[in-house]
């Protein structure tokens, strides 16, 4: 505790200086100097490092699942990835927006407030192209988009929002709606101008053609779920690698559904292209099995079990008797 003077003493104190009966005595030991660093109050860095880590994987996964979107939609390669991931005000972020282009403004319930997701022209049109017959090129001349490609591209972008929203599964549970469309990013203004901004840029290569994927997510609208992770950014709120019962009858029912091809070898036999060329009907051919010997069942064209042959009904059958070697894999 600091003890007080009174008026007196301090007195003394400086008389007792100011005739040399008390010396100063100066700091000893090397000066420490205190390290500063700039900072604009203008632009606060809000998103920390493990903030903008834990956009890197999520949206990493985004562009994972456009890739294999686009590819099968529109028959040909298509590459998505992250690009670049930088923290702006908005008013940075409009101006940094090229014209023409468009705006997606879109909600993530329950999360309040609105993002945007720009899409250029050289990513756009090209797709345009292709689902209107053609093979991807651009027009001659830059131009708005019409009403009849507006509804096309509205069309997409909510295809981009369902995979967008399962990116941010692994995160937590959001749904992405479509608000609107714009043109023109100087006309409107969704969000505070002074607003902290991630701006996450995702590069397309469609055939020759590559364009830009921008989106725009203010501090507000992801603090609240993604300051949860700050202090495990490579933590999520379901274990790594973990599925959930839902998702894991909804994989068993569509691989319920998919087809295999099914092939029963009953032997082989080795002709001449003399003897074939003058093959019959009615000829015989003796294969290269007895009939006490059990066939060979092929799926998707490996060998995966040994049957019998014989008949249910009317209908031609095999009954399994046996594993075999090749590709055995347990179905």
């Given amino acids: 505790m600091a003890e007080v003077l009174s008026q007196g003493e301090i007195d003394s104190l400086l008389n007792a ?7 100063v005595q100066e700091k000893s030991g090397p000066e420490q100097k205190v390290q500063c660093r700039r900072y604009d109050f203008r632009r606060p860095n809000k998103f920390s490092k493990s903030h903008l880590r834990v956009l890197q994987m999520l949206h990493d996964s985004l562009g994972r699942l456009l890739t294999s979107f686009l590819t099968d939609s529109l028959r040909q390669p298509v590459y998505v990835r992250v690009a670049s991931m930088e923290q702006f005000t908005f008013e940075e972020f409009v101006a940094s927006v090229p014209t023409p282009t468009l705006l997606t403004v879109f909600t993530m319930p329950p999360l309040l407030g609105v993002a945007i997701m720009e899409t250029n022209p050289l990513f756009l049109f090209p797709i345009l192209d292709i689902f209107f017959g053609g093979t991807g090129e651009m027009p001659r001349k830059a131009r708005d988009f019409t009403e009849l490609e507006l509804s096309v591209i509205r069309k997409l972008d909510e295809h981009i929002m369902d995979h967008y929203a399962m990116a941010w599964r692994d995160v937590t549970e959001v749904k992405a709606h479509i608000e609107s469309l714009e043109s023109n990013p100087q006309l409107y203004q969704f969000i505070n101008p002074a607003e902290i901004v991630a701006v996450i840029t995702l590069t397309t290569v469609i055939g020759p053609h590559k364009g830009l994927i921008n989106l725009c997510l203010p501090f507000v609208l992801i603090d609240p779920v993604i300051s949860r992770l ?10 790594a690698g973990a599925m959930r019962e839902e998702e894991q009858g909804h994989l068993r029912g569509w691989l319920g559904l998919s087809e295999m091809e099914i092939t029963v070898a009953v032997g082989s036999a080795e002709i001449s292209v003399q003897e074939f060329l003058h093959l019959q009907a009615g000829d015989v051919l003796t294969l290269d099995r007895r009939l006490d010997q059990d066939l060979d069942l092929l799926v998707g064209g490996l060998l995966k079990y040994k049957v019998q042959a014989g008949t249910v009904g009317r209908r031609l059958a095999v009954q399994v008797t046996s594993l075999a070697g090749e590709g055995v894999v347990d179905v």
């Fill in 230 to 239: 700050q202090e495990n950014p490579y933590g999520y709120d379901r274990l």
């Fill in 17 to 23: 200086l100011s005739t040399g009966q008390v010396q």
